[in-house]
């Protein structure tokens, strides 16, 4: 064997009991495993001893924003540290690839917020095939997968315009989502309070996930409202999934706002329901109260047709920012979930221009009072500024719906982390950890072997992946060691870039991306393509 880790606590990710053993890498895959008591003892050119740790299949992320940070960052030890041995990037309906020049010029400051705006990056790809191919030839950390996003898809075919598409621009949004399927992606996402993709009707989103299901992927969205009539949007994604026969799974599954207090059991029902008739769903939620996003985000979908530039022009202009302002707070737009803005839970957690730091770790409206003036006031100068490039926490969750989702058969992990920022969400750096360490351990939400299963063969099984996700013979070697005893989140909201605890160990095809808890040169990660594993 290349590698034999000796005596550890198998937690294999099928979410059976764990069980000790002697566990052989050769190749990049899972050799040979010997229970405790096999006579047969297992050799190797190096062994492990792992006595006190557990091993599991390494974790993936279902939701990530680590798109141009792969790229930027070779160390990525923000992901690689929690034991994140996959990816899943194009979340919310908008990213990199397919664009043109105008598209691409578009998308970098339209979420700017989520990956800067990319003025470091040599973006010399143009489709989804090419991005994949850059990925590859750089070298990146840890193994990627993609989809492809429905509101660049958009941006691409028409522009940014309120209104449906004609049968020639349908027709080419169709075409440009199956290109992606072919040369790689595995499903196709939206996010339904951005724009433009939250422009598009359930008709035209069917369309194109008729196209997906064609290729055997998966429809993610970040549905239309995650606070006022959050229960009927999802209903309507999974009546979009059965209409369409396509696969759905639920992005960052929260029910958020004061009037969804206590309401998880409503979606849980729900979910239930759709499962017991047949729809193929699964979802992935973050173990946080808050939330995170861009600021311009908040505002009405009106406020931001025709682009980003556009958006500024509308709120340099006086009367038009004083009816974006009456639609925020008075009677909520659809890009703050129907729920007029509470300005006292919305943190600045990131900023593009570095002269606008002092925002940073404060409310709106600390800010405001601050500078004597109205929250809006300083929301719409911070937008104007740093050309909307600033991300917020949004203080809107509940701990008792963050519990009982992640208990669900179908839930599966997703950090959403955006790691952009000068105070990202702690999500970024602990999501995988804070599982672990917070609610298995601690709080017993989960037991240990259950919450790696949500973390590992659940999200293995959505993308397809028919030899990760498990620890089993044959099976790719991508693999973590953790200490079950002090596994713990280290990123705080004060510290959120601090580095998780009790992971010593984290393999990617066989080779250690962390040994000892400190991050090595390695570069083992790949894109991970549909249907090639």
Known sequence: MDLVIRDVRVVDGGGGASYRADVGLSGGRIAAIRAQGDPVTLTGRRVLDAHGLALAPGFIDMHAHSDLALLRDPDHSAKAAQGVTLEVLGQDGLSYAPVDDRTLGEVRTAISGWNGDGSDIDVDWRT??????????????????????????????????????????????????????????????????????????????AELCRVVAGYDGYFCPHHRSYGAGALEAYQEMVALARAAGCALHLAHATMNFGVNQGRAPELLALLDAALADGVDVTL????????????????PSWASEGGPEAVLARLRDGATAERIRHHLEGTGSDGCHGVPVAWDTIEISGVVDPALTGFVGRTVRQSADARGETPWATARRLLIDDRLGPTILQHVGHEENVRAIMRHRVHTGGSDGILQGAKPHPRAYGTFPHYLGRYARELGVLSLEETVAHLTSRPAARLRLADRGLV????????????????AAGSTFDAPRTLPTGIPYVLIDGRFVIEDGRRTDVLAGRAIRRATG
Request: glycine residues 10%; proline residues 6%.
């Open 128 to 205: 989804v095939g090419e991005y994949l191919d850059r990925l590859d030839r750089q070298g990146i950390a840890v193994n990627a997968a993609y989809l492809v996003p429905q509101g660049t898809v958009r941006a691409y075919a028409m522009g940014w315009d309120d209104r449906p598409p004609t049968d020639a621009e349908l027709g080419r949004m169709r075409r440009l989502v199956a290109e992606g399927m072919e040369q790689g992606a595995v499903g196709m996402s939206s996010g339904l309070t951005y724009t433009p993709g939250m422009y598009a009707r359930d008709t035209e989103l």
């Open 284 to 299: 992935d939620s973050y173990p946080y109260t808050p939330g995170c996003t861009t600021l311009v985000a908040l505002l």
């Open 472 to 487: 089993r013979e044959g099976y790719r070697a991508d693999l973590v060691l953790f200490d079950p005893d002090t596994v």
